[in-house]
């Protein structure tokens, strides 16, 4: 038996295959499985695991040595207004601005949703 996810309107989990569709029985909702699948892969998750979206607020969670410059981002930092970029080649997957450093990218493993 595979395993397939649950509706994503009721949340059943009878939900079975009709062709490239997946059908809930219980509410008559019909869906992509692939639909979900990309849905799923562009998700952007803080430290915690909470998803982030832009505009959100987030705050720094270790010390961060920022490249030519002296001075780093200490824990706490609170960045406000964060932009996601999910398919960041480097893994720095959220534009933002930080008050005193400028613009920056940051890893989504070192902040968490404020």
Avoid: Q
Wanted: hydrophobic residues 35%; charged residues 25%; negative net charge.
């Amino acid at each position: 038996m595979t395993n397939l996810p649950n509706c994503p309107k009721c949340n059943s989990e009878y939900t079975y295959e009709d062709g490239s569709l997946l059908v809930c029985p219980e509410c008559a909702h019909e869906w992509s499985a692939t639909a979900v699948e990309v849905e799923e892969t562009n998700v952007i998750k803080d430290a915690n695991g909470n998803v982030l979206n832009d505009g959100d607020a987030v705050t720094v969670i270790k010390d961060l040595k920022v490249k030519g410059s002296s001075s780093s981002i200490k824990i706490g930092t609170k960045v406000k207004s964060i932009r996601l970029v999910p398919d960041a080649a480097d893994g720095h997957d959220i534009e933002c601005k930080i008050d005193g450093f400028g613009a920056m990218k940051l890893k989504s493993s070192v902040v968490k949703k404020a």
